[in-house]
């Protein structure tokens, strides 16, 4: 499967533990995206990055929320001293730059706080 | 008022018809229309891709964007029950959802009944 893959699937926390998401895009794809999905809604954008750089944040993105994409591949996605608001679906989508709004989402990681 | 308008349904319909599903939206600096389907508990997958005013088909769906009155539009023919999935439009240009991110309606869940 050549698609955009996220690793867990599922992640129950504990309010005030840190969580750490992966995300690998399709090969090729030199442009990764983070949003975020809660129930009854479509997925809001958090950051997206341009091979290692990070070139956008939304607002959404509080201090307590770090990505990474040290080399260009996979993203890491850091939740530090989680709320109970965080509770949502955690979606990576890829694209190349030069159809940089031809988004292909992976399944997602499903995070609830408790 | 949001940037993406949808009404969230559900919309029923029996097999074999044709669905249209409906989107507005505010931002004029929107130039690129996608159309991903959702089922539960699964990432979006895309399934039309836009840009600017006018129609695309693929198969039996067919995209609709209307750039003077903001309007887009997603029609499927001969409906199956597998098309029941969550719809949602999203919309990409520079705007609140960042230069790149894309900005999402709410989605419309849409039953097909055998």
């Known amino acids: 499967d050549t698609g955009v893959s996220q690793d867990p699937r599922h992640k129950i926390t504990k309010r005030g533990q840190n969580v750490t998401f992966r995300c690998d895009p399709i090969?090729?794809?030199?442009?990764l995206y983070w949003y975020r999905q809660t129930l009854g809604q479509g997925p809001e954008f958090l950051t997206y990055?341009?091979?290692?750089?990070?070139?956008?944040k939304s607002r959404l993105l509080s201090d307590r929320f770090s990505a990474e994409r040290p080399k260009g591949s996979f993203s890491t996605l850091e939740i530090q001293r989680t709320e109970q608001g965080d509770s949502a679906m955690y979606l990576c989508?890829?694209?190349?730059?030069?159809?940089?709004?031809?988004?292909?989402f992976g399944p997602g990681t499903r995070l609830t706080v408790t | 008022q949001k940037e993406v308008e949808q009404d969230p349904g559900p919309l029923s319909v029996p097999e074999g018809a044709i669905v249209s599903l409906n989107c507005t939206y505010s931002?004029?600096?929107?130039?690129?229309f996608m159309w991903y389907r959702q089922y539960s508990r699964k990432g979006p997958e895309l399934l039309m891709y836009?840009?600017?005013?006018g129609n695309k088909e693929d198969g039996r769906f067919t995209a609709q964007v209307d750039k003077s009155s903001k309007y887009i539009s997603l029609f499927i023919r001969d409906s199956q029950p597998s098309d029941s999935a969550t719809y949602l439009c999203?919309?990409?240009?520079?705007?609140?959802?960042?230069?790149?991110?894309?900005?999402f309606g709410k989605g419309t869940h849409l039953i097909i009944q055998p």
């Open positions: 990055f341009q091979n290692e750089a990070q070139l956008e």
């Open positions: 999203a919309s990409g240009g520079y705007s609140g959802g960042g230069a790149d991110g894309l900005t």
């Open positions: 989508a890829s694209s190349l730059g030069l159809s940089p709004y031809e988004q292909y």
């Open positions: 836009t840009y600017s005013s």
């Open positions: 090969s090729e794809h030199n442009r």
């Open positions: 931002n004029s600096a929107f130039q690129y």
